[in-house]
């Protein structure tokens, strides 16, 4: 069982290391006062990237989105990253879990 | 006041559908409710814990330890539904015709049972750890005492409601077909588990997609709906996911069916392994 374990880990460690030596482009986003900065994020179409992103506010936030399926955990004054796509053009919604009032923004893909 | 309500609902609600199919599979042991009470004690506690570290877990691996914690619980929760399963489709049988026969209990501990209340603590401790952070939140941004207080019992309500009508329609269903009924919908639990598992190694660039949207059903039941977030739980609905995803609910489905048909046709060496609690106790 342990050994078994550790082989899995070594082998996702392995997957990890190749999927993650590729070169994703990075974008970057900022919650402040429970807004994203900026609103609209425009990224390349049928493309692997990344977003950056940091919150400047002093409460955690959810990174989140049913359009591209995904949600990540924004610490206060942390920053995470996420890994998306590649997506289809178009564009795709996401929010702040925790702030859903204020806390909204779309992905333009083209 | 009603940001919070709903929030604190559809987690509350994950984890209470989850709990029902735990209570109802679970059907006939003795002290179950001690068990599924237990269980949702330490994961309440667990999220408490969690939430403390979330710092810790953030930063683990090069920021990808929320995704593999999250994966991790989640495929642990898939491998302790499987053993049970495949248990039970030898066993379920005898524990039919021993509920029926002495109208009495099984001992939880005598069975693969017990693995299904570790479910439930895992499936508290993944909701409640994002209440926790959310409340946390909201208490430190200032938000109303009295949004919060009003917030988290109606959420918490409506969530075990939805629960509970779950858990009493399923008990509708005939003794016979009961645990085949139960059964199946744990295989379907855990495949969807299991998606959501590898959507978070996807999210951490783990694993690849294998085709990001294989389908797009978003327009007919989105996954931010409550009835798409239910179904989401309980038979891994997803209105657009990747290839992956459906690798591996498909791999939980077939390897578990192989393991259920195996485990029927396996001569049995010990004709009664199922005990009475009066027999024992």
């Known amino acids: ?110 | 006041m009603l940001g919070v309500a709903l929030l604190v609902f559809r987690e509350v609600l994950e984890a209470a559908l989850i709990v029902s199919i735990v209570a109802a599979a679970t059907r006939g042991v003795a002290r179950r409710g001690i068990y599924i009470s237990g269980g949702i004690g330490l994961g309440v506690l667990g999220a408490v814990l969690v939430a403390l570290c979330a710092g810790a877990i953030a930063e683990a691996l090069n920021g990808s330890g929320q995704e593999l914690f999250n994966a991790g619980v989640l495929f642990a929760a898939v491998l302790m539904i499987a053993w049970h399963v495949i248990w039970m489709s030898s066993h379920s049988r005898e524990l039919v015709q021993h509920m029926q026969a002495v109208g009495g209990a099984v001992k939880a501990g005598s069975s693969s049972l017990s693995m299904l209340f570790a479910v439930v603590a895992l499936a508290v401790l993944r909701e409640g750890s994002e209440i926790v952070l959310f409340l946390y939140g909201m208490a430190a941004g200032g938000a109303g005492v009295g949004g919060l207080i009003s917030g988290i019992p109606l959420g918490v309500i409506g969530g075990v409601a939805v629960g509970f009508a779950l858990y009493f329609g399923l008990l509708r269903i005939p003794l016979r077909y009961f645990f085949t009924a139960t059964n199946w919908m744990l295989v379907l639990l855990a495949a969807g588990l299991a998606s959501t598992g590898a959507r978070f190694l996807l999210q951490a660039n783990w694993i690849p997609a294998l085709g990001n949207q294989v389908w797009n059903t978003s327009a007919l039941l989105g996954n931010g709906s409550v009835i798409g977030q239910a179904l989401h739980i309980l038979i891994g609905y997803d209105a657009h996911p990747a290839g992956i995803q459906i690798a591996f609910w498909l791999a939980v489905v077939i390897l578990l069916l192989i393991g259920m048909r195996m485990s029927t046709r396996a001569p049995r060496a010990a004709p009664a392994t199922v005990e009475t609690t009066r027999s024992t106790a």
């Open chain 1, 1 to 110: 069982m342990k050994r078994g374990l550790v082989a899995g880990w070594v082998v996702l460690s392995l997957i990890a290391g190749a999927a993650g030596a590729a070169d994703v482009p990075e974008y970057k986003l900022v919650i402040k006062d429970h807004k994203f900065q900026p609103t609209e994020l425009k990224v390349p179409a049928n493309t692997k990237f990344k977003v950056l992103v940091s919150n400047q506010d002093s409460t955690p936030s959810e990174f989140e989105s049913n359009e591209f399926n995904r949600e990540k955990i924004v610490l206060p004054n942390s920053a995470v990253t996420v890994f998306i796509g590649p997506l289809d053009k178009g564009e795709y919604k996401f929010f702040d879990d925790f702030h859903q009032d204020t806390g909204n923004g779309v992905l333009i893909v083209q």
